[in-house]
């Protein structure tokens, strides 16, 4: 299919939203469409860059989508550095491809979560956790991203025996229920966690 063959469907779909048809972008699966959403994807870089090329604006802020899609592409890179500085260390860490959890000197296992900021209407910046209850991590880090998205903010260490719940929010500032588990680098995991041996500790 050519771009100028997509480019009228583009448009017919903006102008049935535009005359509150509620048409949507998740409307574009439906069969009077048979364009899926993947082959304006491939063609255009993303779905809303198609919407932009006919100038139609979604009622909805759909920037979190290519917000989470980076997130995403974060993740393996996060894992290596976490895989790294444990073994710098001295520890034996290796990742669970089944569940993406890691494994430390077959004695704990690691979740990395991270939470993307979430500025509200006032500038205050926020940030919703879930957790993943089916891994069961002994240690979840949380990844607390910077306000563009951008690069990692902070860290936190929640134990297994401290999520009371499988979702927080968290503030700038939250408190020492929470705050006490948040780290500037993941430093003190990696120490925390080296292998010491029976004599060096004697």
């Given at each position: 299919?050519?771009?100028?063959?997509i480019?009228p469907?583009?448009?017919?779909?903006?102008?049935l939203?535009?005359?509150?048809?509620?048409y949507?972008?998740?409307?574009?699966?439906?069969?009077?469409?048979s364009?899926?959403?993947?082959?304006?994807?491939?063609r255009?870089?993303?779905?809303?860059?198609?919407?932009?090329l006919?100038g139609?604006?979604?009622d909805?802020d759909?920037?979190y989508?290519?917000?989470?899609?980076?997130l995403?592409r974060l993740?393996p890179?996060i894992?290596?550095?976490v895989?790294?500085?444990?073994?710098?260390q001295?520890?034996?860490a290796?990742q669970?491809?089944?569940?993406?959890r890691v494994v430390?000197?077959?004695?704990?296992?690691?979740?990395?979560?991270?939470?993307?900021?979430?500025?509200?209407?006032t500038?205050?910046?926020?940030w919703?956790?879930?957790?993943?209850?089916?891994?069961?991590p002994?240690?979840?880090?949380?990844v607390?991203?910077?306000a563009?998205?951008?690069?990692p903010l902070?860290?936190?260490?929640?134990?297994?025996?401290d999520?009371?719940?499988?979702r927080v929010?968290l503030a700038?500032?939250?408190?020492l229920?929470?705050?006490?588990?948040?780290?500037?680098?993941?430093?003190?995991?990696f120490?925390i966690?080296a292998p010491?041996?029976?004599?060096?500790?004697?």
């Amino acid at each position: 299919m050519s771009r100028d063959e997509i480019l009228p469907m583009q448009s017919s779909v903006a102008v049935l939203s535009l005359k509150g048809q509620g048409y949507r972008a998740s409307h574009l699966n439906l069969d009077q469409f048979s364009t899926q959403v993947s082959v304006y994807s491939s063609r255009f870089g993303s779905l809303l860059r198609a919407y932009g090329l006919v100038g139609f604006t979604p009622d909805r802020d759909y920037r979190y989508i290519a917000i989470n899609r980076a997130l995403r592409r974060l993740h393996p890179d996060i894992l290596r550095q976490v895989l790294e500085g444990l073994r710098e260390q001295g520890s034996d860490a290796w990742q669970d491809h089944a569940t993406d959890r890691v494994v430390v000197n077959n004695e704990f296992s690691l979740s990395i979560v991270i939470a993307r900021c979430t500025p509200t209407p006032t500038g205050l910046l926020r940030w919703k956790l879930r957790f993943d209850t089916s891994l069961m991590p002994d240690i979840t880090i949380v990844v607390r991203m910077d306000a563009d998205n951008r690069a990692p903010l902070d860290f936190y260490l929640f134990p297994r025996l401290d999520v009371a719940s499988d979702r927080v929010r968290l503030a700038e500032e939250n408190g020492l229920s929470l705050d006490a588990y948040r780290f500037d680098t993941l430093d003190y995991l990696f120490d925390i966690a080296a292998p010491v041996s029976i004599v060096e500790a004697a």
